[in-house]
């Protein structure tokens, strides 16, 4: 069970009250706990859901108006993000019906570790900066950043597989300009931010890193990226070495 951690809130005591309550309970899958205004999405390893509200069905993530290319790259992005929570370093563990039972083969264990093992090393190197003057803030942790890099790099490839399936049925909504490009840029636009130095310096502790390694981590290890952009190898978001978790 999950419980909403409320600390310094008026309503955390209440939430931890109303959750412990549900102890034992069958899951309710019908139930949305989150307000429909909200920007965000989730994967729920209990109920085995991804969960989006109204708030993040929309610009920049998603609209009506957009090219294919942009809601695949964006909404479509954040949606491959939540499925592939689903089999992260943690929520892996869980089955179908949300109860805690490793059910993967000893040999899919190993390599899964190994590949992850190569992304947690990978963001650890990366160093934040000031967005402000440039200072160097310190370095991601790899280890707690793991399951949303994870996430980001399968997101981005799924979407993209999802966007290319797409245009196998509706083959004349794509062109050069407003397709491959168009994607990738659109999967880079909802994360752009500007941070405060404070803000940076407590994301090193977070499972989340700063936006702009979420986009620059998950392009890193996607050649197609590389072709479409003309980056060469052995550049910043075409290194030679790449993290592939999922071939």
Known sequence: MEVQHGVGRPNGQVNID?????NGQPVDKRKFDMPPQTVN???KRIENQIVFPAGILRAPYFDLKYDAAQNFGGIGGVIGHEITHGFDHRFRNYDGDGNLNPWWSSATNITFNTKAQCLSDQYAKF?????????????ISGQLALGEAIADNGGLKTSFRAYHEYLKKFPSQYTEETGDKLFYLSFAQVRCSKNTDSYLRGSLGWKHPPDRFRVTGALQNKAEFARVFNCPIGSKLNPSKKCLLWD
């Open 18 to 22: 109303t959750n412990l309550k549900l």
């Open 41 to 43: 999405a989730r994967y």
């Open 127 to 139: 160093v934040v900066n000031s967005d402000l003057t440039g200072a160097e803030l310190g370095n």
